[in-house]
């Protein structure tokens, strides 16, 4: 008998997060995102922390929508910008979000504290946050370490993917595989991590 795959929710409109998530959960799982409900608003990511914006966008969209619902917060730390761009990761060269002038903006603000390239270790964090009927079961948490280089490589992936050299590769998460990628990457380990609860919650355990 075949069972049918476990629904979530993804409260995102990203659709590269939301192909990526479902790559990571394979075909056990079938993952929808918010592009086609109007109906729910943007919701302003306004935490202090990666959590704090999971659990915010979590609740927010399970009071709206039936059955499991899952957030997540992400973003790069580098120890040479005090932990910058941090939680502002998706927004760090303002308003709209613009992948480019992100890492543009990143690559600039190296160059003026570290212009040697010597301080150049950074991680990427996840925390995912899951939830149901307006009240979250559990957050798990994700990251990935490595390094940050001079000039984007690769056209895979997104966000600051084509910067970031993970610890033990000498490419960067934009040139390496998807497969590859999603073994190491920071929403893959929390993804890991949330699906035993997906499932039992599927289950109604």
């Not at 075909?27 to 729910?40: C, K, N, Q, Y």
């Not at 959590?51 to 899952?70: C, T």
Request: aromatic share 6%; proline share 5%; glycine share 10%.
């Amino acid at each position: 008998m075949t069972m049918r795959p476990v629904h979530v929710a993804l409260a995102t409109r990203n659709a590269h997060k939301t192909r990526e998530v479902q790559q990571i959960l394979g075909p056990e799982f079938s993952v929808t995102d918010l592009s086609e409900r109007s109906d729910i608003p943007e919701i302003a990511e306004t935490g202090e922390t990666f959590a704090a914006n999971a659990i915010l966008k979590a609740l927010a969209v399970s009071q709206r929508f039936p059955g499991l619902v899952m957030a997540d917060d992400s973003g790069l730390e580098v120890d040479a910008l005090g932990g910058a761009p941090g939680v502002r990761s998706a927004r760090y060269a303002g308003e709209p979000a613009d992948d480019r002038k992100n890492v543009e903006k990143l690559l600039a603000a190296l160059q003026q504290m570290d212009p040697q390239g010597t301080q150049r270790t950074a991680r990427f964090r996840c925390v995912i946050a899951v939830a149901a009927s307006g009240t979250v079961l559990k957050t798990f948490e994700g990251e990935a370490s490595g390094r940050i280089i001079d000039s984007p490589r690769g056209s895979g992936g997104f966000g600051y993917d084509p910067v970031f050299v993970p610890t033990g590769y000498d490419l960067t998460f934009g040139e390496l595989s998807r497969e590859v990628k999603n073994q190491l990457s920071h929403r893959s380990r929390a993804l890991a991590a949330a699906k035993p609860i997906l499932q039992a919650a599927a289950a109604g355990e």
